[in-house]
């Protein structure tokens, strides 16, 4: 095996394995499987045409489900084969995380006396970018009365697409969302978190242009009397899904429905059918956040041991 960091120019072949494989499932997404690395010691290695992909949990070491880089599943049993054997040379068992239902059933035929475990927190909640863009119908009513609410007492506010001109409107958001939220993540132990998730979104900002060319990497900004108060992120993950990575939006226009106004107008401009919006890490506000934009699915995954 050849493990070893993720370097920016891979990220065109897991941009591309991504796209023939149609991934729906955000952990494969080439913009993710970069930003995390830190945070997860993960590791990668290209073998035979296929992607494989370690990193450590709990002191562990686990996997990702291979993926061929062609979208070619033939030889998926091998690939298999040689993680277990992997595993065993560690003196380690096999795990893998984030597994998707379909290949929940793929290891359940190759390893029949297997142990799942539901992980719901990490289920990634998929929308049709149509819905988002238009919020018509009934049980929309209160989403679309709070962006109005918002319209009329911002009535001069401005949407523009993220782009090189405007990467320091979006810094300057983060770092004004950051001092707003860094007092209470003190209080409660997860100041590192925030203290992480900034300097990878300063990485994507200050990456843009490569991300842009390499992944489809795109964004907005909402503007109040020409001041930057919120922004978004977002990266092609395959032919038929935008993964939206960050979406920031500072007091008190976030009270005032500013996330809900960034998040549809932001939808207007996705060219695919669906808009994952990742998980809800098992936050119930979260949870509660993203269930009221009903979702078409929350795409269910698993932790897989033996």
Known sequence: MNWHTLS????????????????????YGAVNSFLYEEKFHSQIDFKDGWVLERY?????YCFSFPHNIEG??????????VLSDEAKSLNSPLIFHNVTLEEKEILCGIFPDVKFTPTPESGDYIYLTEKLANLT?????????HIHQFESK??????????LQNLDAAKEVE?????????????NGTLSDLEFEKKIIFSVLENFDF??????????????EGQPVAFCFASLLSQKITDIHFEKCISPYARDGGYAVINKEFAKTVQTEFINREEDLGIEGLRKAKLSYYPEMVLEKFCFGI
């Open 72 to 81: 070619d599943s033939s030889k998926l049993s091998d690939m298999i084969a």
């Open 175 to 187: 770092e004004k969302w950051f001092a707003e939220n860094s007092e209470f993540a003190s209080e």
């Open 211 to 224: 991300f842009s060319k390499t992944c489809g990497a795109s964004g907005g900004l909402l503007f109040i």
């Open 56 to 60: 450590e949990s709990a002191g562990k």
């Open 137 to 145: 119908g009934k049980k929309y009513s209160r989403k679309r009365n």
């Open 154 to 163: 911002y009535p001069d506010f401005s949407f523009e697409p993220l782009t």
């Open 8 to 27: 920016l120019p891979e990220l065109e072949i897991l941009q591309k394995s991504a796209v023939n494989n149609g991934f729906f499932a955000n952990n």
